[in-house]
Nanobody, 115 residues
Framework: QVQLVESGGGLVQPGGSLRLSCAASGFTFSTYVMNWYRQAPGNQRELVAVIRTGGSTDYADSVKGRFTISRDNAKNTVYLQMNSLKPEDTAVYYC?????????WGKGTLVTVSS
């Protein structure tokens, strides 16, 4: 079955960096678009970054120039490098894929940006 497992969250000071990872299994990873979403307390889940099968990417305006999404098809893993973190980046970050006509989500990893 499709599984997505995030890791790499934690507490970081403003201006710091974190790299999130999402290990995927149960589908042919290289042939699917992969996404990172986030959800802050009291807010709706929002799309943060997208990486397509050919490697092209898109980002939410709020993270452009600070976050980088990448993928390693040999490891079935998608990454989110987050630099220059701000308190408003605090959220649970989720990995997402639309596979076999269904959305699949990981359990999420918490990122807290605070001094």
């Amino acid at each position: 079955q499709v599984q997505l497992v995030e890791s790499g969250g934690g507490l970081v000071q403003p201006g710091g960096s974190l790299r999130l990872s999402c290990a995927a299994s149960g589908f042919t990873f290289s042939t699917y678009v992969m996404n990172w979403y986030r959800q802050a307390p009291g807010n709706q889940r929002e799309l943060v970054a997208v990486i397509r099968t050919g490697g092209s990417t898109d980002y939410a305006d709020s993270v452009k120039g600070r976050f980088t999404i990448s993928r390693d098809n040999a490891k079935n893993t998608v990454y989110l490098q987050m630099n220059s973190l701000k308190p408003e980046d605090t959220a649970v970050y989720y990995c997402n894929a639309f596979v076999y006509d269904m959305h699949y989500w990981g359990k999420g990893t918490l990122v807290t940006v605070s001094s």
